[in-house]
């Protein structure tokens, strides 16, 4: 069965305090994994898609890279803005468009 | 770019009737259009995938009778909760693929069943 597991669940951080958020996914047939923030009560905000092993892509304060088997967000100099839910979701290539999302971390970070 | 929307973003409504939920990818064609359930802290949900101009494809344990998906052209996707029951309150959320790679997210619906 596809897994995909997000940690930390929760995440606080002060502000300037840098990061990583980690998601591991099931190994075989990864045709793409994404990277998605979620404000409460609105839907995602798609980030970065990152599709072979040493892959990386950089957005503002955000950087994501991948690995065989997990991802890493990485969130250097946060501000309180970038307080969210960040998803993750793979894209196995033998489910075509489909996604499997993780349960995602929540991050605070403080002023 | 990339937009999507939905209409509307929150809706109340009495147990026993039904409420349709309208997605529209605003700036670009969507061959699939997926429809989404979450609870609260909860993650994402995928209820169906849809084709257009096909049947859309249910998840297991979801009731093809009870949400009806109509994806009747290139740019809206129309998800119809029929006869609501309390257990139906979510938050449901569409997104809309150009190909076979990237989703992109509506805003989300809040439904309410009294």
């Known amino acids: 069965e596809d897994q995909v597991t997000q940690s930390p669940e929760a995440l606080r951080l002060q502000e300037g305090e840098s990061s990583s958020l980690n998601c591991s996914y099931t190994?075989?047939?990864?045709?793409?994994l994404f990277w998605y923030r979620q404000d409460p009560g609105k839907g995602p905000e798609f980030l970065f898609t990152?599709?072979?092993a040493g892959e990386e892509k950089e957005k503002e304060r955000l950087k994501a890279t991948l690995t065989k088997k997990e991802s890493f967000l990485h969130i250097t100099a946060p501000k309180p803005e970038d307080s969210a839910t960040y998803l993750c979701?793979?894209?196995?290539?033998?489910?075509?468009?489909?996604?499997?999302f993780g349960e995602g971390t929540q991050l605070t970070v403080n002023p | 770019g990339a937009v999507v929307s939905q209409h509307p973003s929150w809706v109340i409504c009495k147990s026993g009737t039904s409420v349709k939920i309208e997605c529209r990818s605003l700036?670009?064609?969507?061959?699939?259009m997926f429809w989404y359930r979450q609870f609260p802290k909860q993650s994402l949900m995928l209820m169906a995938t849809?084709?257009?101009?096909?049947?859309?494809?249910?998840e297991q344990g979801v009731e093809k009778d009870k949400f009806l998906i109509n994806h009747a052209s290139l740019t809206l996707s129309t998800l119809t909760v029929t006869s609501a029951h309390p257990e139906d309150s979510s938050f449901y959320i569409c997104?809309?693929?150009?190909?076979?790679?990237?989703?992109?997210f509506g805003p989300g619906t809040r439904l309410l069943v009294l």
């Open positions: 997104s809309a693929s150009p190909g076979p790679w990237t989703q992109y």
């Open positions: 190994v075989s047939g990864l045709r793409g």
């Open positions: 990152l599709y072979s």
């Open positions: 979701a793979v894209q196995y290539k033998t489910s075509g468009s489909r996604l499997t």
């Open positions: 700036d670009f064609q969507a061959t699939t």
């Open positions: 849809s084709n257009e101009g096909s049947k859309a494809t249910y």
